[in-house]
Structures are given as structure tokens and as C-alpha cells.
């Protein structure tokens, strides 16, 4: 899909941002655009955004706390509720949840430790634009390297989250203590993902898994057929 438009939004204290533009232009063929976080709009007709991890502004008060209310995150969020696909990775996701594009919250892991390792993940969700190349209870290997990745909610988001089948994915190991495993979640409408492992970091074999290359394959021929 040479004419894939999409942007990769960088943080003061991104360090994924290029990973995740090699992901995105391996798979669609096109580069996408590069937009600063103090940037008040979006480049036009946008087909994708991706929100990638790091440290964004050095995770003060919480992480992505400071990033959610850049000036360019308010472009973000319309676009999003236009129904423009938004996929937030680790530090992508908790900017996701401060903005309230996603609920929730990332919270510090469960053992008080940096965890980085390749993560055995359950595929929850098969039906969305980011994950219908997947299989519903496929297993995958998809990295992770966060510090506050424990994702929480109360019980009654829980239950919601899981009966509307916003969860995406499941870790199949306690990771960091996350609430009923929880690894991904989706928005109701299906067009936003937050995930705290890195599926820009599983594209090529090379890499120890490419898992994560069917997420951007699927997002991609999603948008070429809508």
C-alpha cells in the first residue's frame, strides 16, 4: 500500500519512534510522516497514527501523563474519534490512557523491577482492524521492556472491557501483575489499541520472533479494503 499515510508521533524522550517508522514503512511500503509532540496539527488525510514507546518527558509525575497534553495529542485525539486507527506501544499506551482514549491506567510493575524479555502473549480478539490476521486464543511471542506496564481498572471496567471484547491480548505469563493478564485493549469502537508489549520490535525473524508483523499486516490491508 504505497499510498499509506500514517505519522509516528515522537515525545521528548521517545526512543522507539524509529523502530516503529521501519515497522510501519517494512510493511506498508511507505514512510510515514514524522511529527513533533509540541506540533499543534496532524498532516492531512491521515490513514494511521502510532503513539511509540519510551520515556516521554522522563515519565514525570506519571508516565505519559506529561505527553497526553502536548499541543499535537488534541490533533490525536480527533483524529481518533474521527475513527483514524491510533495504536499506542508501552509508553504510546499509558499516553493513550491519560489522554482517555483508552481506560485505565498503567501502573508500576507488580515486582518493583524493569522487565524486559520476550512475552508469551493469548490472542483475545481476532476481530479487530489491528488483530483479525491473528487467530482467537493463538499464542505469540511479542518482547517487552517497561517499567510501569501493570495495567489497571476496577472491577466493573474489567468486566465491560471483557464482555464488549475490548481486550486484545492476554499475557499467558504474569508479566508485571496486570490485571486479569491484560496486554492490549481496544477502544469500543475499535480503531484505537493500546499494548505495552512491542510488535515493532517482532517484524523480521531476525529478531528473535516476527509475531508482531501480522498486527501492522492486518492494520494495512484493513485500510485498503475499507
Same mark, same amino acid.
Given at each position: 500500500? *504505497?499510498?499509506?499515510? *500514517? ?8 526512543? /522507539?519512534?524509529? &523502530? ?25 488525510? =491521515? ?15 506519571? *508516565? ?22 491510533? =495504536?499506542?506501544? /508501552?509508553?504510546?499506551?499509558?499516553? #493513550? ?19 524486559? !524479555? ?8 481476532? *476481530? ?18 517497561? +517499567? ?21 491480548? !492476554?499475557?499467558?505469563? &504474569? ?17 484505537? #489499541? ?12 531476525? +529478531? ?6 501480522? =498486527? ?11
Amino acid at each position: 500500500m *504505497s499510498g499509506l499515510r *500514517s505519522a509516528v508521533v515522537t515525545f521528548p524522550g521517545s526512543n /522507539c519512534d524509529r &523502530d516503529m517508522a521501519v515497522a510501519i514503512e517494512t510493511v506498508s511500503g511507505a514512510a510515514p510522516f514524522r511529527v513533533w509532540h509540541g506540533d499543534s496539527e496532524l498532516p492531512d488525510r =491521515l490513514d494511521f497514527i502510532a503513539l511509540p514507546g519510551g520515556f516521554s518527558y522522563g515519565d514525570y509525575l506519571r *508516565s505519559g501523563a506529561m505527553a497526553a497534553r502536548s499541543p499535537i495529542m488534541q490533533s490525536v485525539v480527533a483524529a481518533a474519534e474521527r475513527g483514524v486507527p491510533v =495504536l499506542g506501544v /508501552c509508553n504510546g499506551f499509558q499516553v #493513550l490512557t491519560e489522554s482517555g482514549l483508552l481506560p485505565g491506567a498503567l501502573m508500576r510493575n507488580a515486582g518493583i523491577r524493569f522487565v524486559c !524479555r520476550n512475552a508469551p502473549l493469548g490472542v483475545v480478539n481476532d *476481530s479487530s482492524l489491528f488483530t483479525r490476521g491473528y487467530s482467537q486464543g493463538q499464542r505469540v511471542v511479542i518482547p517487552v521492556a517497561h +517499567h510501569d506496564g501493570n495495567y489497571f481498572a476496577d472491577d466493573a471496567t474489567l468486566d465491560r472491557l471483557e464482555g464488549e471484547g475490548q481486550v486484545a491480548f !492476554r499475557y499467558l505469563e &504474569d508479566i508485571n501483575g496486570s490485571a486479569r493478564g491484560i496486554a492490549g485493549v481496544l477502544n469500543r469502537s475499535g480503531n484505537v #489499541l493500546g499494548m505495552m508489549p512491542h510488535p515493532e520490535r517482532a517484524i523480521e525473524l531476525v +529478531h528473535g520472533t516476527n509475531d508482531g508483523r501480522m =498486527l501492522f499486516e492486518s492494520a494495512v490491508k484493513g485500510l485498503v479494503e475499507a
